[in-house]
């Protein structure tokens, strides 16, 4: 239900992934979510327009807070890009790995309507990251040249993702090969071999 520190959306998003995780997308009634989150079914439709922009807003905030993690592992960081992008990696394939919300999207549990969310209707979802990352990382290391990063940022932000649907080892492994390739594309020195 809505409480006064949280706002009506809030609750509806908590009320939709809640459903999501447990029903899969097609066991999410409009009518439950409103139910749960203490309003009426048209106070869904009128805030999201359909399920599927429900769906689309818990994908959204759920990466949101995904890349409020990525800018702290940037800041942690900040004396070596390649270390960062290291980490930025294995977070990402770590956390994707427990994240119930990500599960259910790349399972296809209870239907695959949302796998198009990280394929081919990802837009939203890679052009916020690799934007947030671009942003971050040209903040913290200016000396960036900025339409290369932009770049890279998005060819990395694509491999991991490539990485999360089709895993291909552990993730420290997979986050060196992305380190690596950034490293290399930005030819930045002391970029480790192998």
């Known amino acids: 239900m809505s409480t006064p520190g949280r706002s009506v959306r809030e609750a509806l998003l908590d ?3 809640d459903q999501l995780v447990r029903r899969g997308y097609r066991g999410v009634r409009m009518r439950d979510v409103a139910a749960a ?6 106070t869904v439709y009128n805030e999201f327009g359909d399920k ?17 993690g990525i800018d702290r592992v940037l800041t942690e960081h900040r004396d070596d890009l390649y270390a960062a992008v290291v980490a930025a990696v294995r977070f990402t ?4 790995a427990d994240d119930p919300i990500k599960k259910m999207v790349l399972t296809g549990a209870g239907g695959e309507e949302l ?24 903040a913290q290391w200016p000396d960036l040249d900025p339409a290369a990063f932009a770049e890279i940022a998005d060819a990395a932000v694509r491999l991991t993702m490539s990485h ?11 986050a060196h090969l ?6 290399r594309y930005l030819a930045l020195p002391g970029t480790p071999a192998r």
């Open 93 to 96: 394939l770590e956390l994707s």
């Open 15 to 17: 009320a939709a992934a």
């Open 164 to 174: 999360l649907m089709l895993p291909d080892g552990p993730p420290e492994r997979v």
């Open 115 to 138: 796998l198009p969310l990280l394929t081919t209707q990802a837009e939203p979802v890679l052009f916020t990251a690799s934007a947030r990352i671009v942003e971050h990382a040209l």
């Open 37 to 42: 989150a203490g309003v009426s079914r048209q």
């Open 52 to 68: 599927w922009g429900l769906a689309q807003a818990v994908v959204m905030r759920d990466n949101d807070r995904y890349l409020d």
């Open 178 to 183: 992305v380190a690596r390739v950034v490293s």
